[in-house]
């Protein structure tokens, strides 16, 4: 079973908004950490936020007061990246990771979504 699966990118104007999921495989990952990164053309993958199996949450610096909210529905098994006030430089593949500890380092999370295009146009 594949252990993480995200969706809900696509192409948005600026000004909009997306809400990103990530379905995770729990037998597979377990109640890791969770977290989002991005990866824009010719830019390092960069950190967005985690959350951890508790719901304690940490963010980016860039994230940006309030524009990107992560959270989770144990429930689902699924955690979410909600994106409201989109702008151009949002533009990236949005991946979703898991791993033991609390990181924004990417070596630190052992599984990883194949990632979703986030497009967002002027």
């Known amino acids: 079973q594949v252990p993480l699966v995200e969706s809900g990118g696509g192409l948005v104007q600026a000004g909009g908004s997306l809400r990103l999921s990530c379905t995770i495989s729990?037998?597979?990952?377990?109640?890791?950490?969770v977290a989002w990164f991005r990866q824009a053309p010719g830019k390092e993958r960069e950190f967005v936020a985690h959350i951890t199996w508790s719901g304690r949450t940490t963010y980016n610096d860039y994230s940006e007061k309030g524009r990107f909210t992560i959270s989770k529905d144990s429930a689902k098994d699924t955690v979410y990246l909600q994106m409201i006030s989109l702008k151009p430089e949002d533009t990236a593949v949005y991946y979703c990771?898991?791993?033991?500890?609390?990181?924004?380092?990417?070596?630190?999370?052992?599984?990883w979504g194949q990632g979703t295009q986030v497009t967002v146009s002027s």
């Open positions: 729990i037998r597979t990952v377990g109640n890791y950490v």
């Open positions: 990771a898991a791993g033991p500890v609390p990181s924004r380092i990417p070596r630190s999370y052992n599984y």
